[in-house]
């Protein structure tokens, strides 16, 4: 089945920095990338995903890319604010095959310092 | 207000007494699903269900049960509750898992078994 590993665990930067968290995963066959941002004490929520026909997807002040030779795929956040804080977790699935199920990362603390 | 309800948010109890977690969605979805998330462990699956009287085990099935009788409801049941069961609880919703759709997360449930 897909396995799918996060870094970094945590990553703090500065206001206004960028921040890139990346995701490999071991099934070729995944073809749906999603991204999800979970505040503190909140419920996980989609701010982007990406589909294996694109390379990168871009909205405002988040990007995803996507390399399929290397089964990686990477979260870019430009122009760091304090409320992009929060964890995120990525996800891969190969949505093709019946009863395949979405598998997350174990997730990135990350801290926008102000 | 398309939405997933999750009840109760907390609860603490104590081991070998049977609870059940409900969740409910109004967004006419067909596929639900429940995750448990425990610190540097991300978003483990428990069970999932693809349609009304469908139901398939996830990565963490062992001490739980589900059922869904309707297709807005998924509950959650614990037998037999233990300790290692301590966990935030979160319910999940999408319009299809075959088209990779956008998952809608519950608010959670915070149990704590002593």
């Known amino acids: 089945g897909e396995n799918v590993e996060q870094h970094p665990s945590t990553l703090s930067v500065q206001e206004g920095d960028s921040a890139v968290i990346k995701c490999t995963y071991s099934?070729?066959?995944?073809?749906?990338f999603p991204w999800y941002k979970q505040e503190l004490g909140k419920r996980p929520q989609l701010i982007i995903d990406?589909?294996?026909?694109?390379g990168e997807k871009k909205d405002q002040r988040i990007a995803v890319t996507l390399n399929k030779t290397a089964k990686h795929f990477s979260l870019h956040i430009t122009e760091t604010q304090p409320e992009d804080s929060a964890v995120y977790f990525c996800?891969?699935?190969?949505?093709?095959?019946?009863?395949?199920?979405?598998?997350f990362g174990a997730g990135t603390i990350l801290r926008v310092k102000s | 207000e398309a939405q997933v309800t999750q009840n109760p948010r907390y609860l603490i109890t104590v081991t070998g007494k049977k609870l059940t977690v409900t969740c409910s969605q109004n967004?006419?979805?067909?596929?639900m699903s429940w995750y448990r998330q425990d610190p540097g462990l991300g978003l483990r699956q428990i069970y999932y269900?693809?349609?009304?009287?469908?139901?398939d085990k996830g990565d963490v099935p062992e001490g739980y049960k589900v059922s869904r009788k309707e297709k807005r409801n998924f509950p959650l049941i614990l037998e037999s509750p233990s300790p290692n069961q301590t966990s935030l609880y979160f319910c999940?919703?999408?319009?299809?898992?075959?088209?990779?759709?956008?998952?809608?997360f519950g608010p959670g449930t915070r149990l704590t078994v002593t």
């Open positions: 999940a919703s999408s319009l299809s898992l075959s088209g990779a759709y956008e998952q809608y």
């Open positions: 099934d070729s066959a995944s073809n749906y």
């Open positions: 990406i589909r294996s026909n694109v």
């Open positions: 996800a891969a699935i190969n949505s093709m095959e019946y009863g395949n199920k979405l598998v």
């Open positions: 967004m006419n979805h067909e596929y």
């Open positions: 269900s693809m349609n009304v009287e469908v139901t």
